[in-house]
Every structure is written in structure tokens, then in C-alpha cells.
């Protein structure tokens, strides 16, 4: 992996406990790089972070794109299907990514949506298995017709937004 990347893994105590890949990262915290480990060999993941917007109280929104990188264009591709048999793994490194940043830069939301409308229901599976780890650190919320609503389980949501709880990072 690339020189100017920091050899990094997370020093703080705020981290879930599901497993997950180790990763490193730029010097500004808005990219992650890792490495999937599977039947299918080993596949570079990327996870790019950057601002989007505000949430309704004025908290910077960044959005989280990922995927597999793709050497020949230099761009990470969402539409590929690894296959590679560590989905809760993925998922994990990607939450914990999120809270990485948020430790970093502070105060901010990340709105998540999977390119397709079968990767957000996947990622929606995944906060579902995750939820009761998840709502410890975060708020998290679920656009259905046009509002942003509190997450319930059993809902099916367009895509998937997160703030921190600043009890557990303050």
C-alpha cells in the first residue's frame, strides 16, 4: 500500500468489538485502506469519507463510499461482488472506521447508501446484527418517504445516517 498512507491502527478505547481487518489510513483521516482475506484471495477495500452537506443542526454530513479498489482506474468500484466470506468482518472494519474518523475530526453525521438497492438492504442487515454494539456509540437514523426517521428494526430504509453519542467520546 501506498508510502504516504499511515501504517494505522486506531489508539483510542472507543472501538466495537466485532472482529475486523487492521487498516491504515491518510494523514487527514478521510481515507481507509484494508485488505479482505478469503476463498476468493486477498482484495484491496477502500473507504473514501467527504463532506456533503449539514444536518438539520448544522452538523457537517460526510458521505461513506466504499468498495473495492480498482488499480487500473484508480477509483473505488461499488458495484463489485467479492464474495470473499467475510461480509460481518467488512462490515465491522467499515463501523469502525466511522468511529475513527468521528474521533478525529469531531463533530460530524456520515450518511451511508449502498449503490444498489440490495447493498443498502445488506448494509441494513448489517445494523441490524450490529444495532445493540452500534446504538451504544451512535444516533442512528433511516430515510423512508422523503424524512429521516430514528431507526427501527423490521423497516426498510433508502439509506443510513449516523451521529455520535458525545457521552461516549467526551
Known amino acids: 500500500m501506498n508510502s504516504s498512507k499511515l501504517n494505522y491502527q486506531p489508539n483510542f478505547t472507543v472501538t466495537m ?46 458521505n461513506l463510499a466504499f468498495g473495492d479498489w480498482n488499480e487500473n482506474e484508480n477509483i473505488i468500484n461499488d458495484l463489485t461482488i467479492s464474495n470473499n466470506a467475510d461480509r460481518n468482518k ?15 475530526i469531531g463533530d460530524i453525521a456520515v450518511y451511508a447508501k449502498g449503490s444498489t438497492p440490495a ?38 430504509y433508502g439509506a443510513f445516517l449516523v451521529i455520535r453519542k458525545k457521552s461516549k467520546f467526551d
Open 119 to 156: 447493498r443498502t438492504r445488506l448494509y441494513q442487515m448489517g445494523i441490524n446484527a450490529a444495532r445493540e454494539e452500534i446504538e451504544d456509540f451512535f444516533d442512528v437514523y433511516g430515510y423512508d418517504d422523503g424524512i429521516w426517521r430514528k431507526f427501527e428494526s423490521g423497516k426498510n
Open 90 to 104: 467488512v462490515l465491522s472494519t467499515v463501523a469502525n472506521t466511522v468511529l475513527d474518523i468521528m474521533t478525529h
Open 17 to 62: 468489538k466485532r472482529e475486523k481487518y487492521p487498516y491504515i489510513t491518510d494523514e487527514t483521516f478521510s481515507r481507509f485502506e484494508f485488505e479482505s482475506q478469503g476463498p476468493n484471495g486477498t482484495i484491496k477495500k477502500v473507504i473514501d469519507y467527504y463532506e456533503i452537506g449539514d444536518w438539520i443542526d448544522g452538523t457537517p454530513i460526510y
